[in-house]
């Protein structure tokens, strides 16, 4: 099992930088991919970036030189790995719901989302 809990969003104005982080408890090492979906009002949820096991990463295209995905594993009493996305040069566009991903041995899971709004 693992549980994602998401934070970062907030209100930006056009061309301003947000920074969104999630944090994998549970069986983070049977952790295959983590990344970052979008979902604005109307329209399907969108890949934004996946960061694979070998730390390898893709991204949509629409944010391609703008945003970066990375992942920082710690071991402590509590096992976590975080993945962070950067998002910088936001445009409105960019103004959706962010979920959290993770695929471990087959199944998936999801944060609970996090609003961001870029404002004109």
């Known amino acids: 099992q693992v549980q994602l809990v998401e934070s970062g969003g907030g209100l930006v104005q056009a061309g301003g930088s947000l920074r969104l982080s999630c944090a994998a408890f549970?069986?983070?090492?049977?952790?295959?991919?983590q990344g970052w979906y979008r979902q604005a009002p109307g329209k399907r949820r969108e890949l934004v970036a996946r960061i694979g096991s070998g730390d390898s990463t893709n991204y949509a295209d629409s944010v391609k030189g703008r945003f970066t995905i990375s992942r920082d594993n710690t071991k402590s009493t509590v096992a976590k790995s975080t993945v962070y996305l950067q998002m910088n040069s936001l445009k409105p566009e960019d103004t959706a719901v962010y979920y959290c991903s993770a695929l471990a041995r087959g199944a998936s899971y999801w944060g609970q989302g996090t609003q961001v709004t870029v404002s004109p």
């Open positions: 549970g069986s983070i090492f049977s952790i295959d991919d």
